[in-house]
């Protein structure tokens, strides 16, 4: 029996174990979001130093400051980084996960409690359980395990917690230029375990995340708001310029309308359009989940790529405007429109800001309008793209194949993990996505569940990445 076919076996027998730690973690309500819930993100860091000290590893807490929430001064979560294992003549794994969890409430809809994990038909359904406390724990079962049966971990393994990916990762960015050359200096790879199969039956890896630049479109008219049987047809009403404005955006079949927005637009290549064969993705399956056919696309492949390849624009919200129930006869003086342009490489956030806001102008100019219009942009993350031919994605590629008999999908998100962008810039080494739970875990929503067999297939998945990248050479980047 070779040392990964040992790791399995004993992987195997204590999956009851491995469940009842899972259970002992979800309990822990976590939620950085909650200001009262603050002590118990700082617990679940705790936990998580106290149980990788105790089978070897050197860890370092780092406070990365403080922040306003709910009306009240809080320390943010500490960002728990470690090592285990320190061997000059092995290669160093960097992985990254978070402990802290989405709010949940009983009421919200759980058919259960959302901090008692809970088997269900294969199923074990917890806040949390998947969303990243199930990935950031099977690390650690991965180096007991490996203690445990008497493998020696093949690999130097680091590793970064943080308690705050739910609310922005607020601090983290700021620790990682600090330690890049200190904490996690010697990093030959990264991996991350925060996302999703494509499906519910084949694993997969990520190499490629979009952008987000996020804008509010303000439209200021009268000093205050106005009485609509007194006024209407007398003034020019923000609300109405902004809902014109907003419907310019982008068309009833989600193409963006903003000239000039999709010249950077990397092309679709060859090599690109053979990526698409064989993944495992429906449209009926994706109606089934939306419990509605409203897909634009006719074909799959479409749908993918506008999911994961090509830019989109979605309209959030309106903020200042009447929403309550019933009906109120008010021209609101001040509203701000509310949304997002998903970017894609090889698209620049400032160009992007430059062309919406430009377009807008424009557009406001030609209403004629005597209010005030102004484009805000709060946020602009950019796209993440790495190459699947890397050495790491080919280990990555191997350990998946050993534990689920299977090749990989090759995928990308519509979604965006920062953090992965951050690695890659401040370590100057390859990331690897590599995930965990299934496409219908329910991440963030109510009754977040991971499967036994991912969870579970998922910590053999872990252990035999690391023996992969023991035996790549990493030279031979792609």
Known sequence: ????????????????????????????PSVSSDASRRGDVVRMGEWLQARWEAVGAVCKRVEPGKQQLQGEELDLPPVILGQYGNDPNKKTVLVYGHYDVQPALLEDGWETDPFTLVEKEDKLVGRGSTDDKGPVLGWLLCVETHKQAGIELPVNLKFCWEGMEESGSEGLDAVIVAEADKWFKGTDVVCISDNYWLGTKKPCLTHGLRGVSYFHLQVEGPGADLHSGVFG???????????????????????????????QVMPVTDDEERTYEGLEFSHSALASDLKRDVIIHGEERDTLKHRWRFPTLSIHGVEGAFYSPGDKTVIPSRVRGKFSLRTVPNMEPEKVAQLVTRYLEDEFAKLNSKNKMTVIETHAGRWWYSSPDHPNFKAGARATEKVYGVKPDLTREGGSIPVTLTFEENLGVNVLLLPMGAADDGAHSINEKIDKRNFIQGIKLLGAYLHEVAETDMAAAA
Not at 4 to 23: A, C, G, M, P
């Open 233 to 263: 047809g007398t003034v020019h009403e923000p609300m109405v310029d902004l809902v014109h404005l907003l419907a310019k955006l982008v068309d009833s079949k989600g193409r963006i309308q903003v000239p000039g927005i999709y010249d």
């Open 1 to 28: 029996m070779s040392t990964v076919e040992k790791y399995f076996d004993l992987v195997d027998q204590s999956q009851q174990q491995f469940i009842e730690t899972l259970r002992e973690i979800v309990a822990i």
